[in-house]
Nanobody
Framework: QVQLVESGGGLVQAGGSLRLSCAAS????????MGWFRQAPGKEREFVAV????????YSANSVKGRFTISRDNAKNTVYLQMNSLKPEDTAVYYC??????????????????WGQGTQVTVSS
């Protein structure tokens, strides 16, 4: 069982920045691929970014490339999402997810085994 707890969401003006954190339980965190997803009201959950277990590979959605950066600190069992140049269309509940089946990077939500409770990000225009 892996527990994930997100933090760092909030209200920010367009053009601003936020850093989301996701703390994970367990002693094998470095073996998990970790992803960030988001869901806006009335829309399906969508992929944002993913990082491999060792942190040497990342991949981001086109909509956030150049603005969002995913990283991880395996010594702290934590994954981060640095969000810069935020836009109103980035408004959503952001979820972190753990893929305990392997350290590789996947973009489909079905590839992930555990999810956090979500943190709200609201970007005002």
């Amino acid at each position: 069982q892996v527990q994930l707890v997100e933090s760092g969401g909030g209200l920010v003006q367009a053009g601003g920045s936020l850093r989301l954190s996701c703390a994970a339980s367990g002693r094998t965190f470095s073996t998990y691929g970790m992803g960030w997803f988001r869901q806006a009201p009335g829309k399906e959950r969508e992929f944002v970014a993913v990082i491999s277990g060792s942190g040497d590979r990342t991949y981001s959605a086109n909509s956030v490339k150049g603005r969002f950066t995913i990283s991880r600190d395996n010594a702290k069992n934590t994954v981060y999402l640095q969000m810069n140049s935020l836009k109103p269309e980035d408004t959503a509940v952001y979820y972190c997810a753990a893929r305990t089946r392997g350290p590789d990077i996947r973009v489909s939500p079905t590839a992930y085994d555990y999810w956090g409770q979500g943190t709200q990000v609201t970007v005002s225009s």
